[in-house]
């Protein structure tokens, strides 16, 4: 049996959960979706990750999804003499984007761009912040002379950020290129697309994947000032949000970071867009048994919010718990879903292209509620009704039936839903009355049990939700 919640929990793989009777026993906690970082690990890896998770669907009946996160322009410092050199504070330190090997008055960066992007008094935040610089000069072609304001040891390879530089480099690098091309071979369900700027980014992206007549979902990585300055647009045109928290807390002020994940959890129930909430939500249980109390409240109030999904990175990659981790995670969500009236969206979804199905998803959610309705039932050709019935985190339980399989997984990082393969679409009564008996065979529905239905009327045309209708078990 696998732990089932509302709200999904997204795993990355790493070295520390690779074995597959691992993962098994993390899906069986509560895992959903997994996530493979391309910023680590080679093909080997990846391939024997995307079988593997195949062969569980396959072997064990579950609807898992994969999550193939782009690296993105991620920008890095070069080697360091022995490894790690240390800088002190009031210090000038130059930054060259040849090659060469760092001490602590030079250093070189992977980024050609660097010196023609930034300008003086713009700051240089290393390794996540622990080290800040100031721009003092360029040269605007291969060197920039900067400040030391936060010293500290400096090591080979650690990233860096510019909070208030507009940099030149693509969204999409060489190497996301390569990955993309790779991932999409095997079918995956979501690409997350890193360091957003616009939705220009999040277009180029889907019409790659479309080019290659996939059906892949993007995820937009929200981590950039200029992200924020662009959401409407980024949420419209992505198929999913991400608030990365760790680079978003580094380039923007960190105080300002609760409020705006609030917002955009607020953004996507109302555009009916998946949210992930991303990055230390359980750090501490890396290298500890049991998670702090600020860790605990931090998942609730995600949950709260209404995420869709929370994500763990270094817990269940490269931690040495990551079953446990899992399971302190779904005990979190559990407790808060059981309390009453966590969850309110008055939000009136309404397209002019899907009027009639989102007035219909609508009035199911506000029928299942009036009535004390067991559970939502929907067919779905496309998983539009899904992602609109979720959004509006009903009380009853969402069941999508759906003969499309590639749905069928990525409906797994939706809120709330819980889905069936079905590909018997004969007409809509005989559906109604399949489906409700695959419930009750599977004991999530009884006898007496009130069940809303929706469904396309004629079901073989396979065209928009326009039926509703509310019967006992």
Known sequence: ????????????????????????????????????????????????????????????????????????????????????????????????????????????????????????????????????????????????????????????????????????????????????????????????????????????????????????????????????????????????????????????????????QKALVKKCLKASKPIIIATQMMESMIVNYNPTRAEVNDVANSIMDGADAVMLSGETSVGKYPVRVIESVQKIIQNVEGFEGVYNNDFMHITRERFITDAICRAAVELADKTRAKGIITMTFTGYTAFEISSYRPKADIYVFTGNRSILNQLSLIWGVRGFYFDKFVSTDHSIAESSYMLKKSGLVKEGDLLVHTASVPMQEKGQTNMLKLHHI
Do not use: C
Request: charged share 30%.
């Open 1 to 260: 049996m696998k732990v089932q919640s509302k709200t999904k929990v997204i795993a990355t793989v790493g070295p520390a959960s690779i074995d597959k009777d691992i993962m098994l026993k993390m899906v069986k906690a509560g895992v959903d979706v997994f996530r493979l970082n391309f910023s680590h690990g080679n093909r080997d890896f990846q391939r024997k990750l995307f079988e593997q998770i195949r062969s569980i669907n396959e072997e064990q009946g579950f609807n898992l999804a994969v999550l193939a996160d782009l690296q993105g322009p991620k920008m890095r410092i070069g080697e360091m003499q022995n490894g790690e050199v240390e800088i002190y504070d009031g210090n000038q330190i130059r930054i060259s984007t040849k090659d060469g090997v760092g001490t602590a008055e030079k250093v070189f960066i992977r980024y050609d761009q660097f010196a023609e992007d930034v300008n003086p008094g713009e700051k240089v935040l290393v390794d996540d912040g622990k080290i800040v610089l100031e721009i003092v000069s360029t040269n605007r072609k291969d060197e920039a002379i900067a400040t030391i304001i936060n010293g500290g040891k400096l090591s080979s390879n650690k990233g860096f950020n510019l909070p208030n530089t507009k940099i030149s480099l693509p969204s999409l690098t060489p190497k996301d290129l390569e990955d993309l091309e790779y991932a999409l071979s095997f079918d995956v369900e979501w690409i997350g697309l890193s360091f957003v700027r616009s939705a220009s980014d999040v277009i180029e992206l889907k019409h790659l994947i479309q080019s290659q007549n996939k059906s892949t979902k993007v995820i937009a990585k929200i981590e950039k000032p200029e992200a924020i300055e662009d959401i409407d647009n980024i949420i419209k045109e992505a198929d999913g949000i991400m608030v990365a928290r760790g680079d978003l807390g580094v380039e923007i002020p960190m105080q300002e970071v609760p409020l705006i």
